[in-house]
């Protein structure tokens, strides 16, 4: 059984950090590109950041210079580090196991990131 849990979220205030972790078992965790989404009340899910098989990150936008994405393959765990919160990041983040080559797709059932002062 396939499962992705998510930890690490709750409440922060503007310019705070907080360290997402999400631990996965029942995959071969080394074969996927593993990533962050997240969704805001109101609004569609959008990635936020990825990291491949082969530790090649990307962003999107909004969050590149503050939050970084890292995988520990020995621990079948990807990290999200995120810094200089902002109010506009509040939302549901979820964390992302994708293989394309088996075409293979899981998801976590989030955990909530609210950042207000």
């Known amino acids: 059984q396939v499962q992705l849990v998510e930890s690490g979220g709750g409440l922060v205030q503007p310019g705070g950090s907080l360290r997402l972790s999400c631990a996965a078992s029942?995959?071969?965790?080394?074969?996927?590109?593993m990533g962050w989404y997240r969704q805001a009340p109101g609004k569609r899910r959008e990635l936020v950041a990825i990291?491949?098989?082969?530790?090649?990150?990307n962003y999107v936008d909004s969050v590149k210079d503050r939050f970084t994405i890292s995988r520990d393959d020995a621990e079948n765990t990807v990290y999200l580090q995120m810094n200089s919160l902002k109010p506009e990041d509040t939302a549901v983040y979820y964390c992302?196991?994708?293989?394309?080559?088996?075409?293979?797709?899981?998801w976590g059932k989030g955990t909530l990131v609210t950042v207000s002062s």
């Open positions: 992302n196991a994708r293989w394309d080559y088996r075409s293979r797709e899981y």
């Open positions: 029942g995959i071969i965790f080394s074969v996927y590109d």
């Open positions: 990291i491949t098989s082969r530790d090649v990150t």
